[in-house]
């Protein structure tokens, strides 16, 4: 089993509409959480850290939900430029500290 | 305000010529640095981390390696490249380990 498992997708969105997607971990000591967009043949940025409590950064929220020990990043109100590839991003002080990505839910936003 | 630029953006190396891959980090000292390798459709796979000068540490068994000469240099180096050595190759900067990293723009290697 992969550290961090994200479904590859493509997730195909509506203009406007909402999307959700999940990422699950295996290390149960995993202590944080971050989604990372990725435009096509470009560095992956930093989207938003995720918190035991969740939070959320105008049009996007994320959940963590440790007893099933997965994280979730919704989408509202969807805009073409949303379109781009999510990394789940896993750090476990048992792993060293080093954080471990998923391999990416692709997004595409159409009109 | 911090920046990490890594160069060159993009090269086509023959089998078995050698490598270079330099990465510079702006507006912060003493970062953790970090090379990172993506194939065509797969994740990131981390190659090499440092946490100070002359610090490195290797994720992974491959003929690639890792220099950090100064505190805000960090260099991919290989000495004979694979056709599997093909992908995306991105360095990344932090502060402290295990938080948030910053990647740089990323070069593409393509091994012929």
């Known amino acids: 089993r992969k550290e961090v498992e994200q479904d590859p997708g493509p997730f195909n969105v509506p203009e406007g509409a909402t999307v959700a997607f999940n990422c699950t971990y295996s290390?149960?000591?995993?202590?944080?959480f971050f989604w990372y967009r990725q435009d096509c043949r470009k560095e992956p940025k930093l989207l938003m850290s995720v918190y035991s409590s969740g939070n959320e950064d105008g049009r996007f929220t994320a959940q963590l939900n440790r007893a099933s020990q997965y994280i979730s990043l919704l989408i509202r109100d969807s805009k073409l430029s949303d379109s781009a590839t999510y990394l789940c991003v896993v750090m476990s002080k048992a792993a060293g500290n080093k954080l471990t990505f998923g391999g990416g839910t692709r997004v595409l936003v159409k009109p | 305000s911090q920046t990490i630029h890594q160069w060159p953006a993009t090269l086509v190396q023959p089998v078995g010529s050698p490598l270079s891959l330099e990465c510079t980090v702006e507006g912060t000292s003493n970062p953790n640095l970090y090379w990172y390798r993506q194939a065509a459709g797969r994740g990131l796979q981390l190659l090499f981390y440092?946490?100070?000068?002359?610090?490195i540490s290797s994720e992974v068994p491959q003929n690639l390696s890792a220099s950090r000469p100064q505190d805000r240099q960090f260099i991919l180096s290989s000495k004979k490249l694979l056709l599997s050595d093909s992908g995306f190759y991105l360095c990344a900067w932090g502060q402290v380990l295990g938080n948030t990293i910053y990647f740089g723009e990323g070069s593409w290697l393509t091994v012929v």
């Open positions: 290390n149960s000591a995993s202590q944080s």
């Open positions: 440092s946490v100070g000068i002359g610090q």
